[in-house]
């Protein structure tokens, strides 16, 4: 069975950093894509990053400059450290993976095949 668990997220005044991890276990497979979404109460889930092969990366404008992805493929593990946070990225932060290659998906939530639980990030003013 394919688990993605995020690690990593918490409370931090903006301006600080956090780092949050995803770990992936039960593959008999690797993902060709990962990325990282999150949710705001009362908004819809939002692309902020994605990694293809483990080289080519996305990001939203929003995080563009202050959040990189990285991925381990050893590990099968997959981090965004997030800078210069602002209170605008609270939210619960998920970990997706697809088996396939996406392009132009690769920021849709629904071409994603599997999901962790999320993490709760929190940056207070």
């Known amino acids: 069975q394919v688990q993605l668990v995020e690690s990593g997220g918490g409370l931090v005044q903006a301006g600080g950093s956090l780092r949050v991890s995803c770990a992936a276990s039960?593959?008999?497979?690797?993902?060709?894509?990962m990325a990282w979404f999150r949710q705001a109460p009362g908004k819809e889930r939002e692309f902020v990053a994605a990694i293809r092969s483990g080289v080519i990366t996305y990001y939203a404008d929003s995080v563009k400059g202050r959040f990189t992805i990285s991925r381990d493929a050893a590990k099968n593990t997959v981090s965004l450290q997030m800078n210069s946070l602002k209170p605008e990225d609270t939210a619960v932060y998920y970990c997706?993976?697809?088996?396939?290659?996406?392009?132009?998906?690769?920021?849709?939530?629904?071409?994603?095949?599997?999901w962790g639980q999320g993490t709760q990030v929190t940056v207070s003013s």
């Open positions: 997706a993976g697809a088996k396939r290659p996406l392009y132009s998906g690769t920021y849709q939530a629904d071409e994603y095949d599997y």
């Open positions: 039960g593959l008999a497979f690797s993902f060709y894509n």
